[in-house]
């Protein structure tokens, strides 16, 4: 037997890692993120709010084998199972079970590696990005810039991050870009990207805007910085990253593959942990660097052997971690809290709601994760109506609130019980619903104006405003003139909202035309800066978006 494995042991590796994962995601619920992104594949594009489209593309063929979880998650289990191949091969010095013990004692590789988000994706593409530009530096010729131009613009495509991969590579070997061959990468990288760039010139570049300047800013606190610092040892390990991380470190790059390597774990290490200064930073946010730490700390430990003992001990323990942590996603143990939550009760808790609310569609209130997840379980379209208070999300832009508009459909929510005529307690917190004979939310109307800065006075100032609206929606309107609606302009700082303003328009006066004046009396707020969005305002919902945010100076 022990000759077998031996003998064996890379494809025993290999099969026990890739047919583990298949059955992890066989008994595993999805999470509320997982079946987002298959409510993406539904509405395949070039593009989508909050990320590129490669995982709806492979949820979408992973799906249409499988019409269940296992569907949901195949193709990323065929990545992340390839992944670590690659990585293998990208060692320049290679011991075999070194590099097992090594990826065996990053727990995020097992336990996050069936899971169908956009982290598996960027993971093998950087993976497989590493590996063409060696074989580019190696043999600088138009089919390796082809080649690598290609595997970029699929780098961009599951998930932006990869762009600093790409930045940290060229700044690690600047004498690249005198080589027009790495300008043919280049140049053929926004051939094969183009589809998506196009994508964003429709919607306004609204990923990027929401990226850089929507999300991740608040006021900052200390715990931003230790939290990303802690998580970042955790996600290294959750043990091992005391040893890894120093190794990967300490270890003098000899090629111009681990000289980029380190370039980039270092650049995207040091650059979130600026960014944990302005923000909150999610730990995966650095899950590219597990590439190169791989790779790194596998160089400096086969030279520096006394490493390896640490690695043993520590290797044990995490297999028990990881085996346990299998063993909780997948069973109902254990005391209740988030995590668990966030694994189980998906489908007691779509039971519950679609027992009450029949064959209605059901439209929840700023939440992606709930609408998602009722739709996958219940096989029900549902909608996410977002209101200006909270961010947005792709249901901003699908077809669901047009296909229902006019429809009966049932409301749900999980706070202001009170509002609801009906409520219940679930697994996963409470839950209510109201019926309402016409859904008539009216989010798909967009207000513009001329401008997307205005410097104002605090008196009475005008605003010239236009209007984009489907022949749906004005159809609608001109057929329910007793619609109680009113177009209202919400005022933020940076810290958020803080107060709305009457325009003194109906929604029905503002489709009269097809541009209008919206006065504005600010005398109330003190001079400084601040944003402004349009909402439409009616009895039945919260206000909705409807309008970008525009930029005003108060003098």
């Known amino acids: 037997m022990i000759a077998f494995f031996q003998k064996y042991h890379r494809p025993v590796f ?14 595993t619920q999805l ?6 992104y298959w409510v993406y594949s539904r509405f395949l594009s070039w593009g989508y709010f909050d990320h590129p489209p490669m995982i709806a593309l492979l949820i979408k063929w992973g799906y249409a084998f499988f019409q269940n979880e296992f569907g949901v998650r195949l193709f990323c289990i065929l990545l992340n199972t390839l992944t670590i191949f690659i990585i293998e091969n990208l060692l320049e010095k ?120 929507e999300s991740n800013i608040s006021d900052y606190k200390f715990s931003y910085t230790t939290d990303y610092i802690l998580g970042q040892l955790l996600l290294a ?46 730990p995966n946010w650095t899950l590219p660097v597990l590439v190169p730490l791989v790779v790194l700390s596998h160089q400096f430990i086969i030279e520096k052997i006394s490493w390896l003992k640490p690695l043993r001990i520590i290797l044990p323990i995490t297999l028990l971690l990881v085996a ?17 939550k966030r694994f189980h009760y998906n489908k007691e808790w779509t039971k519950i709601i679609a027992e009450k609310t029949g064959t209605e569609p059901v439209v929840f209130f700023n939440s992606y994760q709930r609408a998602s997840r009722f739709w996958f379980y219940s096989g029900k ?21 047009n296909r229902l508009l006019g429809k009966p459909v049932y409301l749900a929510h999980i706070y202001d019980m009170h509002d609801y005529t009906d409520s219940i307690k679930t697994m996963k917190g409470w839950a209510g619903w ?24 605090k008196e009475l100032k005008s605003l010239k405003c236009g209007r984009n609206i489907s022949r749906q929606y004005l159809f609608f ?21 803080l107060k709305d303003y009457a325009t003194g328009l109906t929604v029905q006066q503002v489709t009269e035309k097809t541009e209008f004046d919206v006065s504005l009396d600010l005398h109330d707020l003190p001079a400084g800066k601040y944003t402004l969005m349009f909402a439409i305002q009616s009895e039945k919902y919260p206000p909705t978006h409807n309008s970008e945010k525009i930029e005003i100076v108060i003098r």
């Open 237 to 282: 390990g959750p043990l091992a990253g005391l040893v890894l991380l120093p190794a990967a470190f300490l270890y003098k790059p000899r090629t111009s593959m681990e000289k980029a390597m380190k370039f980039s774990m270092i650049g995207i290490y040091v650059l979130f942990f600026l960014s944990s200064l302005r923000g909150k930073v999610e």
């Open 94 to 213: 290679k011991s075999s079970f070194l590099f097992y013990s090594i990826v065996l004692s990053i727990g995020i590789f097992q336990i996050g590696g069936f899971l169908a988000v956009p982290d598996t994706p960027l993971l093998f593409f950087t993976a497989l990005f590493f590996y063409c530009y060696r074989k580019f530096v190696q043999a600088v010729d138009w089919k390796n810039a082809l080649l690598l131009g290609l595997v970029t613009a699929l780098l961009f495509y599951s998930k932006y991050h990869g762009v600093l991969v790409v930045f940290f590579t060229i700044l690690s070997n600047i004498k690249l870009l005198s080589r027009w061959q790495t300008w043919l990468a280049g140049f053929s990288m926004l051939i094969f990207f183009a589809p998506h760039l196009l994508w964003q010139w429709d919607y306004n570049w609204i990923s990027f805007r929401y990226h850089l300047f």
């Open 381 to 401: 379209p549902s909608h996410s109506l977002n209101d200006y208070k909270n961010r947005r999300n792709n249901y901003n832009i699908w077809p669901t609130e």
């Open 324 to 340: 346990a942590g299998r063993i909780y996603l997948v069973a109902d143990i254990g005391p209740d809290n988030a995590v668990k």
């Open 14 to 27: 290999y099969l026990t890692w890739f047919f583990l994962s298949l059955f992890q995601a066989s008994f």
């Open 434 to 457: 109201r019926y309402d004979s016409l859904f008539s939310a009216l989010g798909k109307i967009e207000i513009t104006t001329e401008k997307k800065k205005f410097i104002l006075e």
């Open 477 to 497: 309107l001109r057929e329910h003139p007793e619609l109680n609606a009113e177009l209202i302009v919400a005022v933020f700082n940076k810290k958020g909202w």
């Open 31 to 36: 999470i509320d993120d997982e079946s987002y």
